[in-house]
């Protein structure tokens, strides 16, 4: 058993001045927690596992695939493996836990989409 504290994640989070910090891996998932300021981008593409964001704080449009919904603290999103998700438009600054199963095996993929 492991156990964490979410603000001892942030502020590992904040000292290695990256917007994702992984703090959990194993064979079957892994789990990190991903902050992005009003105005920033977000780089995402499709992953190859499925991926579940559970939003901590904040509020902003995700964008999976070709769908959009506000997501804001207590959202929780399944978003199906290689179906790109994207936060569009962070109206507060979000903190969101982000769930990969099985374990995120980065870079991620780029899917065309038609329609």
Known sequence: MQTFHLDAISQDRQTLAEP?????????????VYHMEPGSHDPQGAHQEDVLFYVI????????G??????GAGSIVHVPARVAPRF???AEAIDVLV?????????????????
């Open 99 to 115: 769930v990969f199963a099985p374990a995120e095996s980065a870079p991620t993929i780029e899917v065309k989409y038609t329609a």
């Open 57 to 64: 704080r904040g509020a902003a449009t995700l964008r999976v």
């Open 88 to 90: 569009v438009a962070v």
């Open 20 to 32: 994702y910090h992984e703090f959990l891996r194993t064979r079957d998932m892994s789990a990190g």
């Open 66 to 71: 070709d769908d959009e919904l506000e997501v």
